[in-house]
């Protein structure tokens, strides 16, 4: 069955410091990988989807299929980043499942 | 990208009772979806919903419980029928562009007594 795992729930880091939140997936096909961010009182939006291979934010992700990961990855975290990120598996017919999510805080 | 309206924001509903939730969006789209987020949880998909063709259910779901329609290009509505407790959740409509993005609405929060 298709599944996405971000094992942490929760995730603090100082202001600065590298921040990295990590995805597994297991999908039998070719994957589709997304990362979501939902910041205080917004909607659920898009950050970067592997396809496209570019830096939203300064965050980027590398779909790494030896290891089935998609782990998102900024090198110097800023206290906007704090938020709530998804990440999602692209399914047939383009449905998405999406890992529990990431609690992050940036700590000043 | 797409506009998205989704009414109501949130809601209190005695048990036995039935919500419709409408998701409005401002172009055109031909594949709308539908989630739920329980507290504390992620959002899982609850059906797809294409215009002029029945709802996809996912496993787990049932149109008696979830009726779902799709009038046209930039509408649809979700019930949530005969309301328990457990139903008390976030709702969320999404629509499909540029082949595989899907953009959100705001979601609607429902609480059952």
């Known amino acids: 069955a298709q599944r996405v795992t971000q094992p942490e729930k929760l995730l603090s880091v100082f202001k600065g410091a590298p921040v990295e939140l990590k995805c597994n997936y297991s999908y039998s096909g070719s994957p589709e990988l997304f990362w979501y961010v939902q910041y205080s009182r917004q909607r659920l939006q898009l950050l970067l989807r592997?396809?496209s291979r570019e830096s939203i934010k300064g965050f980027t992700a590398d779909l790494n299929k030896g290891e089935t990961s998609f782990h998102l990855k900024k090198p110097f975290a800023q206290e906007e980043d704090s938020a709530m990120y998804y990440c999602?598996?692209?399914?047939?017919?383009?449905?998405?499942?999406f890992g529990q999510g990431t609690r992050l805080t940036i700590n000043p | 990208s797409a506009v998205i309206s989704q009414k109501p924001s949130r809601d209190i509903c005695q048990r036995g009772t039935s919500l419709t939730i409408q998701c409005q969006v401002d172009s055109q789209v031909t594949m709308m979806f539908w989630y739920r987020q329980q507290p504390g949880q992620s959002l899982t998909l609850i059906a797809t919903?294409?215009?002029?063709?029945?709802?996809?259910?996912e496993s787990g779901f049932v149109i008696d419980k979830f009726p779902i329609s799709r009038p046209n290009l930039t509408f649809s509505t979700l019930t949530v029928s005969n309301m328990s407790p457990e139903d008390s959740s976030i709702y969320l409509c999404s629509v499909e562009e540029e082949g595989t993005i899907q953009y959100f609405g705001a979601g609607t929060r429902l609480s059952v007594l």
């Open positions: 999602a598996l692209g399914q047939g017919a383009q449905k998405l499942v």
């Open positions: 919903a294409n215009q002029g063709s029945e709802a996809t259910y």
């Open positions: 592997h396809i």
